[in-house]
């Protein structure tokens, strides 16, 4: 008799019998290159903005109606006043850039 599945893939459920294979699922499913989306809520990183918006349904709860990622730190966020605004605490030094006056 074969072991039961372990350990499942936090990107899209996907699951296996060892962590060797998650490991390698996810390094070709779900690369973490750089710029990847992180949740805001808990963390965690995800390799498109799909994966990341399913994430934020399944496990907060959250529907993004539009996921705009921060280009300094891959951070995303709920539309373009809550990045702006993440923009203005966290890297005030690209605050305003590539907006007309």
Do not use: W, Y
């Not at 992180?38 to 529907?63: I, P, Q, W």
């Not at 993440?86 to 850039?97: K, L, S, V, W």
Request: net charge negative; charged share 30%.
């Amino acid at each position: 008799m074969r072991p039961g599945p372990d350990f499942s893939c936090r990107d899209c459920g996907a699951e296996f019998v060892t962590e060797d294979a998650l490991r390698q699922h996810q390094q070709e499913m779900h690369p973490r290159a750089a710029g990847a989306m992180r949740c805001r809520l808990c963390g965690h990183n995800f390799g498109d903005a799909k994966s990341l918006e399913r994430h934020l349904r399944e496990e907060h709860g959250v529907e993004v109606a539009e996921t705009v990622p921060c280009g300094e730190c891959g951070l995303v966020f709920e539309g373009p006043d809550a990045l702006e605004e993440h923009i203005d605490r966290e890297h005030p030094q690209r605050a305003g850039m590539g907006q007309t006056p």
